[in-house]
């Protein structure tokens, strides 16, 4: 008696665990199978828009863009096309250039890349929203005093992407400017300047002519 009474009890602790372990299974199943049968439900309810022209609500520089778009329509393709809107630029179209650079929110984006129907919703500035009651903006003037162009196709990218990153970071170094506009190509091969021209909005003097030509 004092023998068998233990292993019964084991016994049952084994069955008892067993039944526990496969209950827990069973339940876990079940509740994957509800998670991807309700994310199944969400697919085949959202709305299926396209693909002819939809109504299209953006908001630029502060003010309501209503327009008329086909899904496929561009951010980039929005504002030069279906507005007055043409300060981003039409460069490479692959996302390499820089020059279709806005700001969605604080990100700098490259507008080419950005569907316009995805871009609803948040606020949309480009460089023709930076100066206000027709005084340029910091960044826009420091470009001019630094002669920070020169054909200028490129330039509003540049702007933009300056912009941005005055306001995450308003003291910038030559390094965190080189970061920012990495995204950035000016062909004419004027970075010194543009380099020069950040840190001037900054508030922030080039320490030498090396700092400056480094950039390149």
Do not use: W
């Given at each position: 008696?004092?023998?068998?009474?233990?292993?019964?009890?084991?016994?049952?602790?084994?069955?008892?665990?067993?039944?526990?372990?496969?209950?827990?299974?069973?339940?876990?199943?079940?509740?994957?199978?509800?998670?991807?049968?309700?994310?199944?439900?969400?697919?085949?309810?959202?709305?299926?828009?396209?693909?002819?022209?939809?109504?299209?609500?953006?908001?630029?520089?502060?003010?309501?863009?209503?327009?008329?778009?086909?899904?496929?329509?561009?951010?980039?393709?929005?504002?030069?096309?279906?507005?007055?809107?043409?300060?981003?630029?039409?460069?490479?179209?692959?996302?390499?250039?820089?020059?279709?650079?806005?700001?969605?929110?604080?990100?700098?984006?490259?507008?080419?890349?950005?569907?316009?129907?995805?871009?609803?919703?948040?606020?949309?500035?480009?460089?023709?929203?930076?100066?206000?009651?027709?005084?340029?903006?910091?960044?826009?003037?420091?470009?001019?005093?630094?002669?920070?162009l020169q054909c200028g196709y490129c330039t509003p990218?540049?702007?933009?992407?300056?912009?941005?990153?005055?306001?995450?970071?308003?003291?910038?170094?030559a390094d965190d400017v080189k970061h920012a506009c990495?995204?950035n190509t000016c062909r004419c091969g004027t970075h010194?300047?543009?380099?020069?021209?950040?840190?001037?909005?900054?508030?922030?003097?080039?320490?030498?002519?090396?700092?400056?030509?480094?950039?390149?």
């Open positions: 008696m004092k023998n068998s009474e233990p292993e019964n009890l084991g016994a049952h602790s084994r069955r008892t665990f067993f039944k526990s372990l496969g209950t827990v299974a069973a339940t876990a199943a079940t509740a994957q199978v509800q998670s991807v049968a309700a994310e199944l439900e969400k697919i085949n309810t959202e709305k299926i828009v396209g693909p002819n022209a939809v109504p299209v609500t953006l908001r630029v520089n502060g003010e309501k863009l209503q327009l008329l778009l086909e899904p496929r329509v561009t951010l980039l393709d929005a504002l030069r096309n279906y507005s007055s809107l043409t300060g981003a630029k039409e460069g490479c179209d692959r996302a390499t250039c820089g020059a279709c650079t806005v700001l969605l929110g604080d990100t700098p984006i490259y507008s080419c890349q950005k569907l316009a129907i995805e871009s609803q919703g948040i606020e949309i500035t480009t460089v023709e929203g930076l100066a206000k009651n027709e005084k340029l903006s910091k960044v826009q003037q420091a470009f001019l005093d630094k002669d920070a990218g540049f702007v933009m992407s300056v912009t941005a990153l005055l306001k995450k970071n308003p003291r910038p170094n990495a995204g010194p300047r543009i380099l020069q021209a950040a840190l001037r909005a900054a508030g922030v003097e080039t320490a030498s002519k090396t700092e400056v030509v480094d950039y390149v």
